[in-house]
């Protein structure tokens, strides 16, 4: 079993800064692509960032130049700094991994349970 854990949401206002991080925890023989994903209420899941294990970012237009998605390959963490965070940024967050498992040996995708990010003075 492989298990992503998120941390770091929380209420903060605007133009304010949060780090999320997510870890991966269980027998994995490595992890290809992270991301992150979030979801307002009444609308559909979203991609926000993601990066592969080389390094390779994407961001989401809407965030591009205020989010920074990174990761630790030795310790399976994904992170993202949020800045000029804005209220329309309020969403349940969600960490994504591609995780390669072995026993039998296939990849997996992985979702986290989600952290609350809240935007609002």
């Known amino acids: 079993q492989v298990q992503l854990v998120e941390s770091g949401g929380g209420l903060v206002q605007p133009g304010g800064s949060l780090r999320l991080s997510c870890a991966a925890s269980g027998r994995v023989f490595s992890i290809n692509d992270m991301g992150w994903y979030r979801q307002a209420p009444g609308k559909q899941r979203e991609l926000v960032a993601d990066?592969?294990?080389?390094?390779?970012?994407n961001y989401a237009d809407s965030v591009k130049g205020r989010f920074t998605i990174s990761r630790d390959n030795a310790k399976n963490t994904v992170h993202l700094q949020m800045n000029s965070l804005k209220p329309e940024d309020t969403a349940v967050y969600f960490c994504?991994?591609?995780?390669?498992?072995?026993?039998?040996?296939?990849?997996?995708?992985?979702w986290g349970q989600g952290t609350l990010v809240t935007v609002s003075s």
């Open positions: 994504n991994a591609e995780a390669v498992v072995p026993l039998p040996t296939r990849v997996l995708k992985v």
């Open positions: 990066i592969t294990r080389g390094g390779l970012t």
